[in-house]
């Protein structure tokens, strides 16, 4: 690809910012510049982000613009049609809460979509893995499930999973696991979302030129908009996936470009949905295909993942991460990609022109993302595994291709695969999960808050930086931390998912983590599993003891180096849920002082929760201890002080998860898979034999009950469910 210089002539350049914290990233972006190849972090030098754009001053809504308010009096000024700043800024705001519900929530449909494939028959290589959760699932619909077939079940949630997207009358039903006053505050409010596609389409429709002109208005849109996602579209899209995948567990693995094998034939899954991305994880272990990859010189098939579909099959496989959103072209650049599959979402166009400068194949496989330059295999849910199948064979075929290999020897262990289910397991067992033993630490002190470290990669920002500063300080002050999507990846790659992590916390929160026997980063998921931490937030909310709502919590919500759109609809959600949330990098609203002071003090005033956008770490991080103390403050818990707590030495925790990791490679060496292995011993007789119809991960083996904490616990605060 040619170079885009937008640079205007004679501006001296800004002095130059670190690229990545990632010594495998910094490593990969010399081999770029020694071999000649650009990537996203090379364009962004010549790229200027556009400054009217980017801070919301341009309207491009009608063809009598673009109108583009700048100069100091910008806020006086108008549109050819009158519409001024306000306007402009929440009005592109909206469009893009709206882009990012319909992505995470198209997603969500396509889950659905699948589940009623399989419930019907048709789409051989799936099943139903989890009838727990698919019980529980039905519990929060209203189906029934007593004496029912589990595809007869299924049909029926899937079903119901669909209506949620065009229902002409009602409100989504997962609304109703929000606490009563949540409920009650989207109601009065005139929030509480109807039907997924009627909210994307009315804000896209408020948003045309000359509907809706009152900016607070526009952003009341927006938030209900957003609802539609975080409680309808990305959730429904993480129980589906539990329901055909497993719920997750905690299982090791590793991360980062080290994964790579010089010796394997190495396919990496790069995109969002995990249809396709489980029937590779089943191809690459198929004793036929890695024959052939012997008979073709390879040493074995090796898969890998980019982005949020690796999240995906890292939670429920164990397959390890290639890295975050950053690490797409970097990945292409080691030569040692047979073949990148890619779905939707966090595509860069950039694969096509840079795998042809290697011997690597792109393959796309959905028919709503092709890229010029790959190759297209459309997957069919109807014959997923015989469209992995080949695929894998195609990756096989091009081994022999390679040209030179530069694989960036940086690996580092995680612990992945935290649900909200395995949270209550872990605070009380299968019959009395609970969030108690957490919440008691919260308002003892010993753990001070709760923060979520979320979001994507940015080349405006050092790549990872703001994500692990985060991570590091939190954990330091005692602040418990649960990360999902390339967030998730950026703490891992910086070694923060690593059971030995816990020597970095503070006095308080290492004594509760190992009492309770979980790490104090948890890894949630992938973007659409953030819905996870919405139910985990609920649950302690309506626990006891810390008020009675998401708002009343010492919590905080953080994406430090967001990037799209859909950031911006779940930083939206968690605000309309309560949340306090803040943003890096800019703020696509900073032109207007109003739209600004609308989605701060105006949002906090109407629900509770906020979005501001604090570029400066340093400033970011205080911010957010401000927010957690002042809810301290109000809930009258006593202050934060660490000096209480000792440091509790060597711990039963270390022990645990050093023995099964020293269990799952004796078993690795003896050749048995130990697929969503547990870290901790589930129950009684559990072990880590996960043979086939095991539901592929520990719980389902158990027939653990969970329903008295999902089904009956959240409809019991679910009011008119
Ligand atoms: O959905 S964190 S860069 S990969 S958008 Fe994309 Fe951002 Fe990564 Fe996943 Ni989420
Ligand atoms: Fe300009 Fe108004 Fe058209 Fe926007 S809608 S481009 S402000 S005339």
Not at 490 to 498: E, Q, V, W
Not at 646 to 651: I, K, T, V
Request: hydrophobic fraction near 40%; proline fraction near 5%; charge should be negative.
């Amino acid at each position: 690809m040619d170079d885009v210089k937008n640079e205007p002539a004679g501006k001296s350049p800004e002095p130059a910012m670190a690229k990545s914290i990632d010594p495998a990233a910094l490593e990969m972006l010399a081999h770029a510049d020694d071999c000649g190849i650009e990537t996203a972090f090379s364009r962004a030098d010549t790229m200027k982000p556009c400054p009217i754009g980017e801070k919301g001053a341009c309207c491009r809504i009608c063809s009598m613009g673009p109108c583009r308010l700048v100069g100091k009096d910008a806020e006086e000024k108008t549109g050819i049609c009158g519409a001024d700043l306000p306007t402009i800024a929440a009005r592109h705001f909206a469009r893009q809460v709206a882009g990012g519900v319909a992505a995470h929530s198209d997603h969500g449909r396509d889950m659905a979509m699948t589940l009623r494939a399989v419930a019907k028959g048709e789409a051989a290589g799936y099943k139903v893995k989890d009838e727990q959760k698919l019980a529980s699932v039905a519990g929060y619909m209203g189906i029934a499930t007593s004496g029912r077939e589990v595809n007869e079940i299924a049909l029926d949630v899937a079903d119901k999973a669909l209506e949620q997207f065009g229902q002409p009358h009602g409100e989504i039903i997962y609304t109703k696991r929000a606490t009563p006053k949540r409920q009650k505050v989207w109601r009065e409010l005139g929030i509480t979302p109807r039907a997924i596609d009627r909210e994307v389409t009315e804000v896209l429709h408020r948003t045309h030129e000359g509907v809706d002109l009152d900016a607070e208005n526009i952003l009341k849109s927006s938030l209900r908009c957003s609802l539609a996602d975080g409680w309808g579209g990305a959730m429904l899209s993480t129980d589906i996936s539990d329901i055909l995948f497993g719920t997750p567990s905690p299982l090791s693995s590793e991360v980062n470009l080290g994964v790579l094998k010089s010796d394997q034939v190495n396919v990496i899954v790069h995109g969002h949905e995990p249809t396709l991305s489980a029937m590779l994880v089943e191809a690459s272990r198929d004793p036929e295909l890695i024959a052939e990859a012997k008979a073709a010189g390879a040493e074995g098939i090796n898969l890998a993942g980019i982005c949020c579909t690796s999240n995906e099959i890292l939670m429920r496989y164990g397959i390890p991460a290639a890295g975050n959103f950053l690490h797409q072209e970097l990945a292409v650049l080691t030569g040692a990609v047979e073949t990148m599959v890619v779905d939707v979402q966090c595509i860069m166009q950039a694969l096509g022109p840079l795998a042809q400068r290697f011997h690597t194949q792109l393959v796309t496989t959905s028919p709503k993302a092709k890229i010029p330059g790959a190759v297209h295999v459309e997957f069919d849910e109807h014959r997923a595994p015989e469209t992995a199948r080949e695929i894998v064979r195609m990756a096989i075929a091009n081994y022999p291709n390679r040209g030179p290999v530069h694989i960036p020897d940086f690996h580092e262990p995680l612990v992945a695969g935290f649900s909200h289910e395995y949270l209550n397991y872990m605070q009380g067992g299968f019959h009395r999960g609970s969030f108690r033993p957490l919440n008691d630490a919260i308002i003892a002190g010993r753990v001070r808050g709760l923060a979520g470290v979320v979001g994507c990669n940015n080349v405006r920002v050092t790549q990872d930086e703001g994500i692990v500063e985060m991570i590091k300080r939190f954990i330091a002050e005692d602040v418990m931390v649960v990360v999902t999507g390339c967030a998730a990846t950026a703490g891992a790659k910086a070694g923060y998912l690593s059971p030995e992590i816990l020597d970095s916390a503070g006095p308080g929160l290492r004594e509760v983590m190992e009492a309770i026997g979980i790490p104090p980063v948890l890894h949630l998921g992938s973007c659409v599993d953030n819905s996870r931490i919405l139910t985990v937030l609920t649950q302690v909310a309506t626990e006891g003891g810390l008020g009675e709502d998401i708002d009343d919590l010492p919590a905080v919500g953080l994406c430090p180096e967001w990037m799209c759109e859909k950031a911006i609809a779940i930083g939206t959600y968690f605000a309309a849920s309560g949340a306090h949330v803040i943003f890096g990098v800019s703020s696509p609203v900073e032109a207007s002082s109003v739209a600004t002071h609308l989605m701060t003090k105006g949002w906090e005033d109407m629900v509770g929760g906020d979005l501001e956008f604090i570029p400066d770490w340093d400033k970011m991080f205080a911010r957010s201890l401000e927010l957690i103390d002042a809810k301290r403050a109000a809930l009258k818990l006593p202050a934060y002080d660490p000096s209480q707590y000792g440091d509790s030495g060597d711990s039963l925790f270390f022990a645990e998860i050093k023995k099964y990791l020293a269990d799952q490679a004796a078993e690795a060496e003896r050749g048995v898979e130990t697929v969503g292995s547990p870290v901790y011993p589930l129950a009684d007789g559990h072990s880590h034999d996960h043979g086939e119809g095991s539901g592929g991960h520990a719980h389902g083996a158990e027939g653990h009950d969970h329903a008295h904490e999902d089904g009956a616990h959240d409809h019991s605060h679910g009011g008119d469910a």
